[in-house]
């Protein structure tokens, strides 16, 4: 079975604060993916990775960078988070065309 | 450019009955793929099925079944036998072969109810 796992489920922080989302996966996938969802907007692409330190951009990278110096692990770093981050936050992983997904993570920026 | 369309508005089905959910999309790559998720009120996103656009036959998972019309741009879901677990939201996805971008709809509402 795969299985990707997320650092929080929920997490609570200040404007301004700098935020560290972190995802594991354990398939040994080459690529790795950052969403965030919100509604009525649906699923949107921030960050992903074909490889270790190699990443690409997503559709909404502003705002966002990430991290990845394990093929395991992914990070997404809000640098000064805003009001407006405040969502949901899902992290994928894939080897061939299907991507699996983690449990998420809710969070609040107040 | 891709596109999935879903606008079904929110569903209440029956408990052992049928249901399918709509999706039609556009894009101009000539391979690609298409998935169903699942994501119920917990968050995460299961993925249920997958269909690929040179595959001459729908998929089947289980209850699960992909209806498939290549000609009209549509891959609707079908779950068979509903279950109390299966109220979720829905979402399809498309993909090109060989890039894992996926591009999701809006999702369709279900809930399965006794």
């Known amino acids: 079975d795969v299985k990707v796992t997320q650092s929080s489920r929920y997490l609570v922080k200040r404007t301004g604060e700098k935020v560290f989302l972190e995802c594991v996966q354990d398939?040994?996938?080459?690529?790795m993916f950052w969403y965030r969802q919100d509604p009525g907007l649906g699923l949107r692409l921030i960050y992903f990775?074909?490889?270790?330190?190699?990443?690409e951009k997503g559709d909404i990278p502003e705002g966002y960078s990430v991290s990845r110096e394990k093929k395991e692990r992914f990070s997404l770093i809000l640098e000064s988070a805003s009001t407006n981050q405040t969502s949901m936050y899902l992290c994928a992983s894939s080897w061939e065309e299907t991507q699996y997904f983690g449990p998420g993570t809710r969070l609040l920026v107040l | 450019a891709q596109k999935i369309t879903q606008t079904q508005p929110g569903m209440f089905v029956q408990e052992k009955e049928a249901v399918t959910l709509d999706c039609t999309y556009d894009t101009s790559d000539p391979s690609y793929g298409l998935f169903w998720y699942k994501q119920p009120s917990s968050g995460e996103m299961i993925f249920l099925i997958y269909?690929?656009?040179?595959?001459?036959q729908n998929a089947t998972e289980g209850r699960y079944s992909l209806n498939f019309q290549k000609a009209r741009k549509s891959a609707n879901l079908v779950i068979s036998a509903s279950q109390l677990g299966d109220s979720a939201m829905y979402f399809c996805?498309?993909?090109?072969?060989?890039?894992?971008?996926?591009?999701f709809g809006k999702g369709n509402q279900v809930v399965v109810i006794p």
């Open positions: 996805a498309l993909g090109p072969y060989g890039n894992n971008r996926l591009a």
């Open positions: 398939m040994d996938h080459e690529n």
């Open positions: 990775s074909y490889d270790v330190k190699m990443k």
């Open positions: 269909q690929g656009s040179y595959d001459q």
